[in-house]
Structure formats: C-alpha cells, structure tokens
C-alpha cells in the first residue's frame, strides 16, 4: 500500500489562515447562541458591539490580498478530485464572495441585526410590527446592497440565494415551486374534504415541561444524536448551531398545554446536529467543516423529523413508551396518535404546519421576499401582504402580527434568501430516503424503527463530505439523479391518500 502523498506547503499554509477565520466566526456564534438562550435584556448594547467588532475581523481576514495570494498558490499546488482541491474550490468562491462586500457595509449588517433581533423578541411578544418595521426596512435595504455588490444575471434574490444555496437561482426556484404548488394545493383541498375536526385534540392537555425535553432528548440520542458532543437549551426560536463537530448544540421550545411544541422541533433540530457531528474530523476549522448548502442541512432536519418522527413505523415501536411518558394519552390509540401528529390543519405558524401545507407557507415567504427586494412590496405593506398571501394558501387569516409576520426570526437576522432552502431540503429528503432503502439493511432497520443503518448511510453519503461537495453533485453522487419534485410528491400523495382514505389523490 503507497503511502499517501504529503500535503502541498500551499494548501497547508492556506489551512492556517482559513483556521483563523473560522475561529472567528465560531466565537460570533457562541455569542449568538448565548444571545438567543441566556443572555439577559440588559446585555443587547454590549453583545451588539462585540459581534460587530468579531465580525469587522473576520471580514478583515477574509478579504486580506495575502489570503487572496495564498488560495492562487494553493489551486496551482492541489491535485484535481483531492480535498485539497474541494477547500481552495470553496475558499476561492467565499474569497471572491467577500471581497465584494465593503467592511462598512459587512459592520452596518452585523449591527443592524444585532440590533433588530432584540426588537423582534419584543415586537412579537407584544404582537405589533410597526416597532420593528424600521429595522426590517434597513435590514432590506442592506440584503439590496448585498445583493448588488454580489452580482446576479436575472433577479436581485438570486445574489442572496447563491449565499445559501450555491448554484440555485430564482428562475430554476420558480419552476421547483410552481411543480409543487400545482400537485399539492389541490391535494390539500382534498383532504379539507375528508378531515374531521378534532383529529390533534389528543395533542392538547397538560403535559410537564421538562418531562417532554427528557422525551425528546432521549428519542434523538436514541436516533444517533451524541450527547456528549451536544446538549438543548430553550430559545423563542428553535436552532441549531455548531461550534465544532465535538461541540453542535440544539434549542427547542415548549408549551405545556401542546405536545408536539416541543417534541418536533427537536427532531428537526437533532437533524442539523447529526448532520455536523458526521462531517470529517480533518475538515475542523475550515469551510469544508459544514454542509454542503442549507438546502442539503435542511433535508436532514426534513427527514428525521418527518419521514422517522412523524412515521407508523417509528410509532409502532415506541408508542407505549410514549404512553408510560405521558399517561394523559392512555385513551387515544396508535392510530388516531398516528393521525394526529399528521393531521391536515392550516396553520398560522409555519413550525406548526403539518408536512402537506409545510411548503406552501415556504411559497407565500418567497413571495414576498422577492417582492421586497425587486421594490414591488414596501415593508410597512408587508402585514397586509402576509395576510392576503395567508388566505390565499391556506384559506385563513392571522390573528395578529405575532402569528403572522412576526413569527419566524430570520429577517431580523438578515436571512433574506435562506426560506426557500426549508422546501429543497424537503424534495431532497425524500430523494434521499428512496436512496438509503435500497440498501436492504437500511430497510429493514426502518421496518423494525432501527435507525443505525439509517443513520450510517447517511453518514457515508452526506454527512462525512461536508462541503467538499456542490450540492447538485452530492444531489446526483447520493440519489443517482439530480433534485427532483416527483418522488416527494409521489410521498405526500401516497401518505395522505392512506391517512383520510383517498382514492384519486
């Protein structure tokens, strides 16, 4: 066996500095975790300024000519279809990315945000949206900016979609969607038909707060999620962040009169999080060390949350244990839980949404997000625009501001381009899924609610390659052909023509 050749001095001496902004960008997001879990009020001016001041450093480093210097020397040394070569691919497109951003403009972003996340809290925990409008109306503006300085061919978003999504654009996106619209509005319209109320009443009671965070702790260590390289704290907005593939941490929430509040959520999240404890050890502290885009990190929430969490196989296995949890279910079956935790329910709040309305909720978001940065759409419009758009997807109007444009977190974090990825992540997860099983190990584990073979599989074809490869290529290396809406809607309509009964869906 030949020994494996020594790295470039290039590529190793680029590694260096490349480590050095990462180091950066992991101690911003500590503080942001910190920020969203435990940080008191009174601690927003301070937590503005140092995220600001992390931020101006990194952008420093990252647009330094010597870096700029470093990544050509590295692309001569590094051998095609090696890692060497899959880092200077990603450090030269994040290089290139960041030295069209000016270090004014980076700075008034970081502290824009910082800023407009505290007034969002606020705002939406008093229901109103014009305390919060001049923010997200500067928090637009800035995405324009980006935007711009970034280069697109066709649409402003497109700027802020390659960010998230490299390669996607808002043509190919337009398409995705209008597939999916036109199959799974007129689903939802069949199964309104057949839905019963009541289906989810056995989902409200009273259930104890910390017993349903040891339930859903225990259920996603029991998947594969390590517990001692992770642990979950409560936030308004559940996330997860990863600070190294030793330290990936997850946050929930939970209402004690709603079970699935909590429980969901965390399978979402202990997607994201096995996702980053399986990439490489040797990728640490460079930018292959994440997924290969959000949409990708998306399809691992999507799946274990869904097509394990919200399964009869999964259920068959673990309701009575879930019934020994949570003895206020003992007069509801297998099958109406089954039901319940799937039921068809417009809902006001996109967390909440059942998988069949999910993407439509992404749908409206899109929306009104192109419009913002094409000028179609002002932002003091946005909550008359949000309502309409609510109605007309899901034939319901919001209450308030705090469930309806108030309620997702990412404009105040300057996300704007980032929702669409939730609906890629659910086409792939599907892919994906098809995929593993045919493998006959993989099958029979799911048959029998065994995820390790599950949980290696994916380790082998996503999780390890972490952005070492595009996302349409891991798409077509994993799946054996590139994003495709017909096995995801084949999924929806078979589980929904089994769930109420169908027989044309």
Not at 193 to 206: F, I, K, M, N, V
Not at 354 to 363: A, F
Request: charged letters at 20%; hydrophobic letters at 40%.
């Amino acid at each position: 066996m030949s020994a494996k050749p020594p790295e470039p001095p290039a590529v190793t001496e680029l590694k260096a500095s490349l480590a050095r902004i990462d180091d950066l960008g992991k101690a911003a997001a500590v503080l942001s975790w910190d920020q969203q879990t435990y940080m008191p009020p009174g601690g927003v001016r301070a937590r503005v300024n140092q995220l600001t001041r992390l931020s101006e450093l990194a952008h420093a480093y990252s647009t330094d000519p010597q870096l700029g210097a470093q990544i050509s020397a590295a692309e001569e040394a590094a051998e095609p279809g090696t890692d060497a070569a899959a880092l200077v691919r990603v450090a030269r497109r994040e290089y290139d990315q960041a030295t069209k951003l000016s270090p004014e403009l980076v700075s008034e972003l970081t502290q824009t945000t910082a800023e407009a996340n505290q007034i969002w809290e606020i705002a939406r925990a008093e229901a109103g949206f014009k305390s919060f409008a001049p923010h997200l109306t500067k928090i637009v503006e800035l995405s324009r900016q980006v935007a711009e300085a970034c280069g697109y061919a066709d649409h402003p978003y497109d700027g802020l979609l390659d960010i998230y999504e490299p390669g996607m654009t808002t043509k190919a996106l337009k398409t995705l969607f209008s597939e999916l619209e036109a199959e799974i509005v007129p689903l939802v319209k069949t199964v309104g038909e057949q839905a019963r109320t009541g289906e989810d009443e056995s989902l409200h009671g009273t259930f104890d707060e910390k017993t349903q965070l040891d339930y859903a702790w225990q259920t996603v260590t029991k998947w594969g999620l390590d517990a001692k390289r992770s642990r979950q704290d409560l936030t308004t907005h559940p996330f997860c962040t990863s600070f190294d593939i030793g330290d990936v941490r997850i946050t929930t929430r939970v209402r004690e009169d709603y079970l699935p509040y909590s429980l969901f959520p965390t399978m979402h999240e202990s997607g994201h999080a096995m996702y980053e404890q399986g990439i490489k050890p040797s990728y640490a502290r460079g930018p292959l060390g994440r997924g290969a885009s959000l949409g990708v990190h998306e399809s691992q929430s999507g799946l274990w949350e869904n097509l394990v969490g919200r399964s009869k196989e999964f259920w068959k296995k673990n309701y009575v244990g879930l019934l020994e949890t949570f003895p206020q279910l003992k007069n509801t079956s297998l099958a109406d839980f089954y039901l319940a935790i799937n039921a068809v329910k417009p809902s006001f709040i996109r967390v909440e949404a059942d998988e069949l309305t999910y993407n439509l909720h992404i749908l409206m978001r899109f929306d009104l997000e192109t419009a913002l940065l094409d000028g179609n759409l002002k932002v003091q419009e946005l909550p008359e625009a949000w309502n309409a758009k609510v109605k007309e997807y899901l034939g319901i109007t919001p209450p308030s501001d705090a469930q309806g444009v108030l309620q997702d977190v990412h404009w105040s974090a300057g996300l704007i381009g980032y929702f669409p990825t939730y609906t890629i992540g659910n086409v792939l997860s599907v892919q994906l899924w098809d995929a593993a099983q045919k493998e006959a190990e993989v099958a029979k584990g799911v048959a029998q609610a065994d995820y390790a073979p599950l949980l290696q599989w994916l380790r082998t074809h996503v999780h390890q390659h972490g952005a070492a490869l595009l996302p349409a290529e891991l798409t077509v290396q994993a799946t054996g052909q590139p994003l495709n809406t017909k096995p995801y809607l084949s999924y929806l309509k078979q589980k929904y023509s089994q769930l109420y009964g169908l027989n044309n869906a």
